[in-house]
């Protein structure tokens, strides 16, 4: 059960990324974007195939992120500049990387990582951590590469938060969040709307690129396919996230997301453990996300029960 929790912990601090990536599009620029499906698998080959050849997987971080921004521009050019619908240039972007994805990758759908040391390979031998991790405590009792990934991967969701957090609160960040705001009113102010939405976008997918990284350095392969379905994950777990823990500000928003995706994994994990099938995992989460979405308007219908209530009664009285 331990090591059940631990890989939940570590795959959601991951997905937390990727999240932190679907937050920034639904919430900050209110534009539905479905490319982040093709984005991860993106990020996630390119890392694959640089570390197959020798690159240090550090760089494959980098080099992910930049394929992550590319995809989030060429979206925003679709959108921006040809005028295409932001739901339609999202999936017209996604069905153009599947075939681009399955290239890169050296024109196969899947590729191991088995025997290429990965980062959390590499950071689980350094010294320090392996000393950390060879604490009596963890003993037979937790796995150590999950441990690693945990230690290794919330730092990297900490500098995230971070970056984020001081990005949209710049100037220039300010002008992101009003264009998913209120466009009209940021274009009377001079805002380069379009601009703002392309660089939203570059930011949005260079996150779920290093998210996508992580993953497959996590899981030790890529897969074509490993991306269907992360628009709802990310979505549920954001939801999750808010719903639970907030979202009075912008660093409570992202910390609340990052908690959403490790509780979503959680739980997961052990519905998977209670013997629910894996082919029921969408329906699952379908489901998770519609009620997610209702809990404030339920939450905001039973206030308003509760005060015509209150009310009658002091009217009685």
């Avoid at 979202?247 to 979503?264: D, E, H």
Wanted: proline letters at 2%; aromatic letters at 6%; glycine letters at 12%.
């Amino acid at each position: 059960m331990t090591d059940i929790i631990t890989g939940a912990v570590a795959l959601g601090l991951v997905w937390a990324i990727v999240t932190i990536g679907v937050w920034i599009t639904y919430r900050i620029l209110d534009f539905p974007d479905l490319t982040i499906e093709g984005t991860i698998v993106a990020g996630a080959a390119t890392s694959a195939i640089l570390m197959t050849h020798g690159v240090s997987p550090l760089l494959c971080l980098l080099a992910s992120f930049g394929v992550g921004a590319l995809c989030g521009l060429i979206t925003g050019i679709l959108h921006t500049q040809l005028k295409i619908p932001a739901l339609l240039a999202g999936i017209l972007t996604g069905i153009g990387l599947y075939s681009i994805n399955i290239r890169i990758m050296g024109n196969t759908s899947n590729l191991s990582l088995l025997g290429t040391r990965t980062l959390i390979d590499r950071f689980a031998n350094l010294r320090g951590i392996k000393a950390i991790l060879g604490l009596g405590i963890f003993e037979n009792v937790v796995n150590k590469q999950n441990l690693a990934a945990i230690i290794l991967v919330g730092v990297v969701v900490v500098m995230v938060i971070a970056l984020c957090t001081w990005f949209l609160r710049t100037s220039y960040g300010c002008s992101v969040r009003a264009t998913g705001s209120n466009p009209d009113m940021a274009r009377a102010q001079g805002i380069n709307i379009d601009a703002a939405k392309i660089v939203g976008l570059m930011l949005s997918n260079a996150l779920v690129g290093l998210g996508g990284s992580l993953l497959t350095q996590y899981q030790s392969y890529s897969d074509v396919q490993m991306g269907i379905g992360s628009i709802v994950i990310g979505l549920a777990s954001l939801i999750i996230g808010e719903v639970l823990f907030g979202k009075s500000s912008t660093l409570r928003s992202l910390i609340a997301v990052a908690f959403g995706a490790i509780l979503y994994r959680a739980i997961i994990a052990l519905v998977i453990q209670a013997g629910m099938r894996a082919t029921d995992l969408r329906l699952f989460t379908a489901i998770t996300v519609a009620i997610a979405l209702f809990s404030p308007t339920a939450i905001q219908q039973v206030k308003l029960l509760r005060g015509r209530v209150k009310r009658r009664g002091d009217a009685g009285l």
